[in-house]
C-alpha cells in the first residue's frame, strides 16, 4: 500500500474548491498501488464538510496533475461555488514533489487575487482514486472533511446517441467525435476539437466543427461550442457530464437564434 500525503499552500480563496457533481468516488484498493507516472491525469475530486457550521456540505472541483521525474503540477479548477463563504473563486496553479512510494506534497506557484488561505490534503490514491481529509484555514475561509476522487480516462473518441427537444418534441440522431488536449489550460481546463452533427432536424446543424477556443474538460464538466467552421460564429453548443468510465455522455444542447432556429434538448451519447 502506497500512501499518497498532500499539502497545498494556497495564497487565494480557495475555498470554494471542493465537491463532487455527478462523480462517484472509488475506493482505492491496497493491492493495486498508484505510481508517480500514473498520477498524471485528468480527476475529478470532491470534498464533505465536517466543520460544525457546514457539516455534510458537499462541493466539486478537478485537478489535472501532471508527475514527470520526481515532480508533480496541476491546476485546481473549481466546478461550484461553495455555498457557506463569499469568497473569490480563482483556478490555483499547484507544484511539488513525488517520491517513488507515491508521497506528495504540493504548493500554490500562482498567486490569484483574494485574502490568503492554507489549504492541506492527505490521502491514499490507488487504482485510480484517490481517499483522504483536508482542511483551510486563513483568510474568509475556515473548514475541514473529507476528500475523495477518481481519475477519468481521456475523451477521445467518437460518440453516438439521440437528443430530443424540449421545444418541439423532434428527436435528433448525433455523432460527436471529441478529442481533448495533452495539457490543461492556465485555468486547468482541457481544451477540446473535433467534430459534431446533428440529423433528422434543422439542415444547419449536419455538419459542425468543436470550436477549440470554447470547448474545454475539466474533471467530469465537458462545455462545448460548434460552428460550421472553427472561425464562423457559433451555431449550436452542448455541455454535459462524461461518466467516471469515459463511456456514456449526458448532454444538453442549444441552438443560436443568430444562424438557425432556436432549440434546445438534452440526451445521451454513448462511446463508440
Known amino acids: 500500500m502506497r500512501i499518497v500525503s498532500l499539502a497545498i499552500v494556497s495564497l487565494a480563496t480557495l475555498s470554494t474548491l471542493f465537491a463532487l457533481v455527478g462523480c462517484a468516488a472509488v475506493s482505492p484498493s491496497s493491492s ?3 505510481t508517480p507516472q500514473t498520477l ?13 457550521k457546514t457539516t455534510g456540505t458537499v462541493t466539486p472541483f478537478s485537478i489535472y496533475l501532471i508527475a514527470n521525474n520526481g515532480t508533480v503540477t496541476g491546476t485546481l479548477f473549481p466546478q461550484a461555488a461553495y455555498p457557506v463563504f463569499a469568497c473569490p473563486f480563482p483556478s490555483a496553479q499547484l507544484a511539488g514533489t513525488v517520491d517513488a512510494q507515491g508521497n506528495i506534497s504540493m504548493k500554490s506557484v500562482a498567486t490569484p487575487t483574494g485574502a490568503p488561505i492554507v489549504v492541506t490534503l492527505t490521502g491514499l490514491a490507488a487504482s485510480g482514486a484517490m481517499v483522504g481529509s483536508y482542511t483551510i484555514s486563513g483568510g474568509c475561509a475556515s473548514d475541514m472533511g473529507t476528500v475523495a476522487g477518481t481519475e ?26 471529441l478529442t481533448q488536449a495533452s495539457t490543461p489550460n492556465a485555468a486547468g481546463q482541457l481544451p477540446v476539437t473535433g467534430t459534431a452533427s446533428f440529423s433528422g432536424g434543422q439542415s444547419c446543424l449536419s455538419s459542425l466543427a468543436v470550436q477549440n477556443s470554447e470547448s474545454y474538460l475539466y474533471g467530469t464538466d465537458l462545455l462545448t461550442g460548434l460552428a460550421v467552421n472553427p472561425a464562423a460564429p457559433l451555431t449550436a453548443g452542448f455541455s454535459g457530464t462524461l461518466s ?12 443560436s437564434p443568430d444562424v438557425c432556429s432556436y432549440d434546445f434538448g438534452k440526451g445521451t451519447l454513448t462511446l463508440q
Open 32 to 34: 493495486d498501488p498508484i
Open 40 to 52: 498524471t491525469g485528468n480527476w475529478q475530486m470532491s470534498a464533505t464538510s465536517t466543520a460544525s
Open 152 to 177: 477519468l480516462p481521456p475523451l477521445n473518441g467518437t460518440y453516438n446517441g439521440t437528443v430530443t427537444s424540449t421545444n418541439t418534441g423532434t428527436t435528433m440522431t448525433v455523432k460527436a467525435t
Open 244 to 255: 467516471a468510465d469515459g463511456k456514456t455522455l449526458s448532454i444538453t444542447y442549444d441552438v
